[in-house]
């Protein structure tokens, strides 16, 4: 019995209506074939949680670009008003957390998806 919808809806009888082609060799061929384009997705989407960790954080010091706009800088501008206007601090901080969070759980989705040796 076929894996897939497809290689089922192209079967008559049990039999597979192109038994030299199946519809799984053709959606095999569909999938990425080199290991190391996967591997670097994973990377880049797992790492940019980190770069943006790493730019808050020195924007946050006072290291970052000068004028520029950065959540880091913003939630050092909403640390000096943190009695008045708490929500200042707390949205910046959150956004990051948020955005890094997201950016973890997907490199950690496509690992689990890409991944051969966990099928």
Same mark, same amino acid.
């Given at each position: 019995?076929?894996?897939?919808?497809?290689?089922?809806?192209?079967?008559?009888?049990?039999?597979?209506?192109?038994?030299?082609?199946?519809?799984?060799?053709?959606?095999?061929?569909?999938?990425?074939?080199?290991?190391?384009?996967?591997?670097?997705?994973?990377?880049?989407?797992?790492?940019?949680?980190?770069?943006?960790?790493?730019?808050?954080?020195?924007?946050?010091?006072? +290291?970052?670009? %000068?004028? =520029?706009?950065?959540?880091?800088? !913003?939630?050092?501008?909403? #640390?000096?008003?943190? &009695? @008045?206007?708490?929500?200042?601090? +707390?949205?910046? %901080?959150? =956004?990051?957390?948020?955005?890094? !969070?997201?950016?973890?759980? #997907?490199?950690?989705? &496509? @690992?689990?998806?890409?991944?051969?040796?966990?099928?």
């Amino acid at each position: 019995m076929p894996d897939c919808l497809p290689c089922v809806l192209n079967t008559v009888a049990n039999v597979p209506i192109n038994v030299s082609t199946s519809a799984c060799d053709r959606h095999a061929a569909q999938r990425p074939q080199n290991a190391r384009q996967e591997a670097l997705v994973i990377q880049a989407t797992t790492g940019l949680g980190v770069v943006i960790l790493a730019e808050s954080t020195l924007s946050f010091l006072g +290291l970052g670009p %000068g004028k =520029a706009v950065s959540w880091g800088a !913003l939630l050092d501008q909403g #640390t000096s008003v943190l &009695l @008045r206007f708490p929500h200042v601090a +707390l949205f910046s %901080g959150g =956004a990051i957390a948020l955005t890094v !969070l997201g950016f973890n759980l #997907t490199g950690d989705w &496509l @690992r689990d998806r890409l991944d051969p040796r966990l099928r």
